[in-house]
């Protein structure tokens, strides 16, 4: 049988969110059934509830930072128990047999992974419906075990704001040694300097305001640069091997390619779209520099990653709020008014 649950859905550009009832897929065999503890709020969910990227569906549950309980397995689930806490973040099934997959890389596969919301079912053709609501259902492929002590609601945007910034520091190898910095103090950002610290990194922030040395070197970093200064931007030219890009809107990354390394790489993980400026290519034919992407991470990637914070203790830091209050968080998000991630205890859905 489907279950009938309550989520809160938008269901146009223009509209709030609101209290919505709507369908789950009926459990199969090597599903997991989830009730909903914490579910983080991702910049993603407020582009795609306004369809900034232009595929969004509704009506649409948003939600993709799921942390949860477990109230049912799957007569085959083995991994799984009922109590158990786990995660599930923004894919809850993929092809299973591309070459993608087949390296654990789901979520570059070549049929397209199946988003947690906005998605399409592969098997049944239901509509996926994410975590701003009271329960999921996904194949136990996906799910993922939270460690033991690791705060719940902190826990919840490591998901993907975690595995955002783990993939490419696991890429390109970062470890003790490694000079990496980090560009733009966010969600993402904020992640990528707890993790790249807690590799063994010598990690900097690029900021364009003053007043970050505080926060930042709290969260791990060991320098912050201006990047609005060419005294300072000089003085770290030719520095870091990573730079991880987190900014989320148009902006310029030429001035950050000549503060990379011979063999150096500028990866985008926040911003989706076309370039302005468009990139000069000059910087990165004489020092063989790279500009790349990088998506999410695969499921053995992100358990690496949750098991990781597990052992170090590391979470976002976040602002926990009620469901009912998702429509302000939005606005807030769009202020940066957040250190540094909004996360809902899904409890306030039954008050």
Same mark, same amino acid.
């Given at each position: 049988?489907t279950?009938?649950?309550?989520?809160?859905?938008t269901?146009s550009?223009?509209?709030?969110?609101?209290?919505?009832?709507?369908?789950?897929r009926e459990p199969?065999?090597?599903d997991v059934v989830?009730?909903i503890?914490?579910?983080?709020v991702?910049?993603?969910?407020?582009?795609?509830?306004?369809n900034?990227?232009?595929h969004a569906?509704y009506?649409m549950?948003?939600?993709?930072e799921?942390? !949860?309980?477990v109230?049912?397995?799957g007569?085959t689930?083995?991994?799984?128990?009922?109590g158990?806490h786990v !995660?599930?973040?923004?894919?809850v099934d993929?092809?299973?047999?591309?070459?993608?997959c087949?390296?654990?890389?789901?979520q570059?596969?070549d049929?397209g992974s199946?988003?947690?919301?906005?998605?399409i079912d592969?098997h049944?053709?239901?509509?996926?419906?994410?975590?701003?609501?009271?329960?999921?259902?996904?194949?136990?492929?996906f799910v993922?075990?939270?460690?033991?002590g690791l705060?719940?609601?902190?826990?919840?945007p490591?998901?993907?704001a =975690?595995?955002t910034t783990?993939s490419?520091?696991?890429?390109?190898?970062?470890?003790k =040694?490694?000079?990496?910095?980090v560009v733009g103090?966010?969600?993402l950002g904020?992640?990528?300097?707890k993790?790249a610290n807690?590799? !063994?990194?010598?990690v900097?922030l690029?900021?364009?305001?003053?007043?970050k040395e505080q926060?930042?070197?709290?969260?791990g970093a060991h320098?912050?640069?201006l990047?609005?200064?060419?005294?300072?931007?000089?003085a770290v030219?030719g520095?870091f091997?990573l730079i991880i890009?987190?900014?989320p809107?148009i902006?310029?990354v030429?001035?950050y390619?000549?503060?990379?390394?011979?063999?150096?790489?500028?990866?985008?993980?926040?911003?989706?779209?076309?370039?302005e400026?468009?990139?000069?290519?000059?910087p990165?034919?004489?020092g063989?520099?790279?500009?790349?992407?990088?998506l999410?991470?695969?499921?053995?990637e992100?358990?690496e990653?949750?098991?990781?914070c597990g052992q170090?203790g590391?979470?976002?830091d976040i602002?926990v709020?009620?469901?009912?209050?998702i429509n302000?968080?939005?606005?807030?998000?769009?202020?940066?008014d957040?250190?540094y991630?909004?996360v809902?205890?899904?409890a306030?859905?039954k008050g």
């Amino acid at each position: 049988m489907t279950m009938n649950v309550l989520g809160y859905a938008t269901h146009s550009p223009t509209d709030d969110l609101a209290p919505y009832r709507f369908e789950r897929r009926e459990p199969r065999t090597d599903d997991v059934v989830i009730e909903i503890l914490y579910c983080g709020v991702c910049h993603s969910d407020l582009h795609n509830a306004r369809n900034d990227w232009g595929h969004a569906v509704y009506p649409m549950v948003p939600g993709h930072e799921i942390i !949860g309980r477990v109230l049912s397995v799957g007569p085959t689930v083995t991994r799984f128990k009922q109590g158990d806490h786990v !995660g599930v973040g923004c894919m809850v099934d993929s092809c299973q047999h591309c070459e993608a997959c087949e390296k654990g890389h789901e979520q570059y596969c070549d049929e397209g992974s199946t988003y947690t919301y906005g998605g399409i079912d592969r098997h049944d053709r239901m509509p996926t419906y994410g975590g701003y609501s009271e329960n999921i259902v996904v194949s136990d492929k996906f799910v993922l075990k939270v460690p033991d002590g690791l705060d719940l609601a902190g826990a919840a945007p490591l998901l993907c704001a =975690g595995i955002t910034t783990w993939s490419p520091l696991r890429h390109w190898k970062v470890g003790k =040694g490694s000079k990496v910095a980090v560009v733009g103090l966010g969600g993402l950002g904020h992640m990528a300097l707890k993790l790249a610290n807690a590799l !063994g990194a010598d990690v900097t922030l690029f900021s364009r305001s003053k007043g970050k040395e505080q926060d930042a070197g709290r969260l791990g970093a060991h320098k912050v640069v201006l990047s609005t200064e060419s005294e300072q931007m000089e003085a770290v030219k030719g520095r870091f091997d990573l730079i991880i890009d987190t900014v989320p809107y148009i902006h310029d990354v030429n001035p950050y390619l000549s503060t990379l390394s011979i063999d150096g790489t500028l990866v985008l993980v926040g911003y989706l779209g076309g370039l302005e400026p468009l990139l000069n290519t000059i910087p990165m034919i004489m020092g063989r520099k790279s500009v790349a992407g990088s998506l999410i991470g695969g499921i053995a990637e992100t358990q690496e990653m949750l098991d990781f914070c597990g052992q170090h203790g590391i979470t976002s830091d976040i602002e926990v709020i009620k469901i009912q209050e998702i429509n302000a968080a939005y606005e807030r998000m769009l202020k940066s008014d957040v250190k540094y991630r909004f996360v809902i205890d899904m409890a306030s859905l039954k008050g």
